[in-house]
Structure formats: structure tokens, C-alpha cells
């Protein structure tokens, strides 16, 4: 039997007719063809079937319909055919996918012997059977079928019905019904529309098979991308020291709050200034939660651009905006499963603050670009340095997306407020530094531990990180060299502060005037206030550590003094501590020290001004 017979052996085998010209001539194929492209160019099966309706829209055309099989594939190594795979017709059910038309009752409501059009046994006599021979039928009149009660009262008078199959496996069944007979001066017009149903059908089947694999590629790229988010979060856990270093007061009553909620799904707001370690703890809250197995997703909120904020957070599909070349998973979907952890959440925009308040209430977003929803199952632990409750009163902050985020919040202890554990922390970060940079471990003098638990720590955890990381490359004889800002490492004040490129001294004065403005003697000591040092210039131990003085008194307040001469004054004043320290920049009683500034910035100036030190 050819491919376009007739499928019932009711109807007799009849060769194709010839296409009349005035047909041709009559209608524009063009759409067709635009269509057919536009077939070609598209990627997921919900496009596919809404192009179904434009070909379902024929001239007489009542409505028409597109079924899909709706059962496990076929077992490897089966013999070939459409209804290979199957042990019987039984097995395989056809689920109507989409409906272009109208009519009286809705096709879903129309009825066979075994129930509606909803869902098609393959044994049903007009769909079904199309799917289980894999050939088409068709009927012009009345006359050429049995017509169901449905389609006699929906006044259906002919129709045609074409497999759908790709490389021998069964898709589903595309069927159009006429609303007249399709006889005489018609039957060439239902002879064009077999033709072109026909190349639509086969045309239709290879690509839902295409964008099947498609979304298939897409499902496992995006476990692919699930995977290597938990992997690479595995290195950063091995190759960084995550253990939560200390055991004052403070940070027990912060780990026992931790150890309450970690194994809930709550949310957690992480509260601390900047460098308290909310990153650690909220890797510790995933590490003893349910969801240990699933990835923990990190979100710098602070560091996305304003206007890619939506995509970051939801994805998107290719050509959404400028850029998009393909499609992106959103850090939701990423941590679909896991915990999202919504690092500096204060910086999200205000504008939206509110969708991102919808997915936290019912776990749906949509991505960039895409009207479907998805859902997804995410614990969010958030974290700021700043008071959201201030920025909520001054409408910087959804007040209801604080509560949201506030279920559970755990408020992190400056590194200032837990001085006994710092310590622990300093030996800690001495050996993780020394294996990492390959180092032999520098020795930490008694002094130098109380030099660092009498420094204020602006920076926390971190800028302690940092300074013994510093230390341990920088020393010198088996001991840890500290360089620790003036100061306190306050904000920087005209004259006094900590500045970026560290310490600035204002014009130097004399010995007297040092004594009187304050300026201490030659100390070192560990522990020493540095507040309000280098107010006369000189910084810790200046010259009247050996009772000499500088040239001149102290400078009117309002006197200039030339560059030139200040690079004089500088030069002078360096050569003297150093002369004092002995030629050493480093370590204690070093010049660096005398002076009160870090061994870098000293050896910086010494470089501008050609002066050598040992």
C-alpha cells in the first residue's frame, strides 16, 4: 500500500490523482513554506504545537488536532516499524496535545468506546488505527466512512489523519476534519491539502524528535552545571581552611543558634559587619542541613550589574535581550534542591526586591524572556553588613521582604568582641598560610600576640587573614613580621589617617614641640595605644627616642612649606631613624616602627629619596 492510501481496507486503493493548475494558480503556497521554516528553526515542543494551528486554519477546515504517544520507548533491539517495541496495541495510549478550530463540544469531550478524545487507544477505529498501521486515511464524504455520533453532531463530513513518525518510531497522529464534503470542484482543494498536511506531518515529527534531544541537552547541561557548582564548592571547602576557628562566648552563642536552625529548612539571615565570616557559617548551616548533597550556590549580590540582576537570578532564553546568545540557567534553578546563599542581600534593587519576594512565598519564577513558569525547591540563607531595618524605614528595602529573609536571623561577633579567640586565629591562619605559599613557619613572639589582640580589627577575620598571610611572607629570621596600620586602621583624617597608601605624615616638629603635642617616646611595646599617633608627625618613637631633636619649632599652622623642603625634612627625618634602628627597616626597633609607619610605605619613600637601608 503507498504512503498516501487510504488506511482502513474499507476504502479501495486508488492512484493519487493529478493537481489540477487552477488549484496552483488559486492559492499562495508561501505561508506554507514560511511556516515550514520557521518548523525548522524552532527548539521546544510548545512552539511546535503552536505552529500546529496555523496549518490547522485550511479553507473548510473545521478543526484539527495533534495527538502524541504517550508511553515508554521502544525496547532496544525491537524489530523495526511504527508499532515496533510493542507487546500489544494495548500498551500505547495517543494524548491529544493541541486543538486549532472550533466546534460545538470540545474535542476532548467527544467520545469513543473506551472514553474521549482526551486519550486514544490505538485499537480505537479512526485515530488509533492510523497510529498502529503508520499510514494515513482519509474519507471525502460521508459515504466513505462511519461516521461517530460526535461527528455527526459536530456536522463533520470528511477529514484526514496522518502518522506521525520519525526513522520507523511512532510521535503521535495529526488529524484535520472539513465542515462540508470534499468532492467535485473540493477534492482538489483536500488533494493539495493532503500533499501539504503530509510534508508538514513528516516535517513536524523530525522536529519534535529534535527538540526532544534538545531539551534533553538542556536537562542534562543543566545537571552538568548543578554538578560542577557542588564540585568546585568541594575544592574551595578542601583547598580553603573553613573550619570555624575560636571558642569565646560570643561565637558559641552564634554556633549553638547555627546547629539550631541548619537542620530546618528556615531561612536564615546571616548579621555581621564585613570580614566576620558569614560565608563560613552559612557553608557550615548547609553542611549540617537535609540538603548537605545538593549544591550551595553562591550569590554576590553586590557584585551583579543593576540591569543583569533578573537574569542572574532566573536565567534566560536565547535572544531575551541584547547578548542573550543562548540560553542561561538562573542561580534558582541552579540551586534547585540545595540552598542559595544571597551573599550582601541589602544590595539587591529595590525594584527587584519584589520578585525575588515572589519566588522565596511560592518557590515560581519565570526566566528572562519566557512566559512559563517554573518552580523550584530552595532554602535561601542571606547575608548583610548592613542595618536592613534602617534601610526598611527609609525605603531602601521591601519591609516585607525582611520579614521574609528574617525568619531565623543570627547576628556574627565582631573579631573585636572575641579577642580571646584571636590567638587560635593567628596560628591558624600562620600554618594555612605556610602550606599554601610553600613557607617555613614563622615563630609569633608573646609581644607580637598582644600587639595583634590590642588592634581593633576594622576588617575582622579577613583583614587578620590578610595581615598574617603579609607577615609570613615577609620574615625575616624564622619570625613573623607584623604590619599593622597606624591608628587603628581608622578612616583615613586629613593629616593623621590610615590613607590608601599608608601612613602620610604631616610636617615633622621639633623635640620639644613633640613632647608637648604628645608624641611618645621610643616605645615598640606591644599592645601601645596608636590612637592619635603621628599627630606631631613622627609617628611611633620619632627622634626624641634619642633625645634629638628636629631642626626647627613646630610650623605656624598656617605656613606653607615648599616641596622641596619637605622632601629635606622627610630625608632627614628617615635617616635619623634609621641611624637609630641601625639600618633595619623590619621588626621591632626597626626604622619602620620608630616612625610608625608599615615597612613597605617606608621602604617606598626611601626608594624616591635614594636612601639605602640594610
Excluded at 524552532?42 to 512552539?47: A, D, F
Excluded at 539587591?348 to 518557590?363: H, S, T
Excluded at 620574615?475 to 591608628?487: F, H, K, N, S, T
Aim: aromatic letters at 6%.
Amino acid at each position: 500500500m503507498s504512503a498516501d492510501a487510504p488506511a482502513s481496507p474499507r476504502f479501495p486503493v486508488r492512484p493519487e490523482p493529478a493537481l489540477a493548475h487552477s488549484v496552483l494558480q488559486q492559492f499562495d503556497i508561501s505561508p506554507f513554506l514560511d511556516m515550514m521554516l520557521n518548523v525548522a528553526q524552532e527548539r521546544t515542543v510548545e512552539g511546535l504545537l503552536e505552529l500546529t494551528h496555523r496549518v490547522n486554519r485550511g479553507t473548510h477546515v473545521m478543526c484539527g488536532c495533534i495527538w502524541f504517544v504517550d508511553a515508554p520507548p521502544p525496547a532496544a533491539g525491537a524489530a523495526s516499524g511504527p508499532a515496533s517495541g510493542r507487546d500489544g496495541e494495548g500498551d500505547h495510549v495517543l494524548r491529544l496535545m493541541t486543538v486549532a478550530g472550533h466546534t460545538v463540544t470540545p474535542v476532548r469531550g467527544w467520545r469513543h468506546a473506551e472514553g474521549s478524545y482526551a486519550m486514544v487507544p490505538l485499537t480505537e477505529p479512526l485515530v488509533g488505527q492510523v497510529a498502529a498501521r503508520g499510514e494515513p486515511a482519509w474519507a471525502a464524504s460521508p459515504e466513505e466512512w462511519t461516521r461517530p455520533a460526535w461527528a455527526v453532531d459536530e456536522s463533520i463530513h470528511a477529514y484526514a489523519a496522518y502518522p506521525l513518525q520519525f526513522k520507523g518510531d511512532l510521535i503521535g497522529v495529526m488529524a484535520v476534519f472539513y465542515d462540508r464534503p470534499m468532492r467535485g470542484v473540493l477534492a482538489d482543494l483536500m488533494l493539495l491539502h493532503r500533499k501539504m498536511h503530509k510534508i508538514f506531518a513528516d516535517s513536524l515529527s523530525a522536529a519534535v524528535v529534535n527538540a526532544r534531544s534538545f531539551e534533553e541537552i538542556q536537562h542534562l547541561r543543566r545537571a552538568l552545571e548543578l554538578e560542577n557548582e557542588h564540585l568546585r564548592g568541594e575544592v574551595r571547602r578542601a583547598r580553603a581552611p573553613h573550619a570555624i576557628v575560636g571558642d569565646s562566648p560570643p561565637l558559641r552563642r552564634a554556633l549553638e543558634q547555627v546547629d539550631m536552625v541548619a537542620p530546618t529548612d528556615a531561612t536564615v539571615l546571616l548579621l555581621g559587619e564585613s570580614g566576620t565570616g558569614k560565608e563560613l557559617v552559612a557553608q557550615a548551616i548547609h553542611d549540617r542541613s537535609q540538603r548537605a548533597a545538593a549544591p550551595l550556590v553562591r550569590v554576590n549580590c553586590s557584585a551583579i550589574p543593576r540591569e543583569l540582576f533578573e537574569s542572574e537570578f532566573f536565567g534566560h532564553v536565547k535572544g531575551a535581550f541584547t547578548g542573550a546568545l543562548r540560553d542561561r540557567v538562573g542561580r534558582f534553578q541552579l540551586a534547585d534542591g540545595g540552598t542559595l546563599f544571597l551573599d550582601e542581600v541589602g544590595e539587591i534593587p529595590l525594584e527587584l526586591q519584589g520578585k525575588l519576594l515572589r519566588v522565596l512565598q511560592e518557590g515560581v519564577f519565570e526566566r528572562v524572556g519566557e512566559e512559563r513558569s517554573r518552580s523550584v525547591d530552595v532554602r535561601i540563607i542571606a547575608a548583610t553588613n548592613r542595618d536592613l531595618r534602617a534601610d526598611v524605614e527609609h525605603g531602601r528595602f521591601r519591609q516585607d521582604l525582611f520579614f521574609r529573609l528574617s525568619v531565623f536571623p543570627v547576628a556574627l561577633p565582631p573579631l573585636r568582641a572575641r579577642r580571646e579567640d584571636i590567638p587560635l586565629l593567628a596560628r591558624h591562619f600562620v600554618r594555612a598560610s605556610c602550606r599554601r605559599l610553600n613557607l617555613p613557619e614563622p615563630r609569633v613572639s608573646h609581644r607580637q600576640m598582644a600587639e595583634l589582640q590590642s588592634y581593633p580589627w576594622p576588617g575582622n577575620v579577613r583583614e587578620l587573614q590578610n595581615v598574617i598571610e603579609r607577615g609570613v611572607i615577609m620574615a625575616e629570621g624564622g619570625r613573623l613580621v607584623l604590619d599593622l596600620p597606624p591608628d587603628g586602621g581608622a578612616p583615613g583624617r586629613p593629616g593623621t589617617g590610615w590613607q590608601a597608601e599608608g601612613w602620610q605624615a604631616p610636617a615633622p616638629v621639633t623635640g620639644p614641640a613633640a613632647s608637648a603635642s604628645g608624641a611618645p617616646g621610643h616605645a615598640g611595646g606591644a599592645g601601645q595605644d596608636r590612637a592619635g599617633q603621628g599627630r606631631a608627625g613622627l609617628g611611633r618613637g620619632g627622634p626624641d627616642a634619642t633625645g634629638a631633636g628636629v631642626e626647627t619649632g613646630e610650623p605656624d599652622a598656617a605656613a606653607i612649606i615648599p616641596e622641596a623642603r619637605w622632601r629635606e625634612l622627610q630625608r632627614a627625618n628617615i635617616e635619623r631613624a634609621l641611624s637609630t634602628a641601625g639600618g633595619r627597616v623590619h621588626g621591632p626597633g626597626g626604622a619602620a616602627e620608630l616612625l610608625g609607619i608599615p615597612p613597605t610605605t617606608l621602604q617606598s619613600r626611601m626608594k624616591t629619596l635614594g636612601l639605602r637601608g640594610r
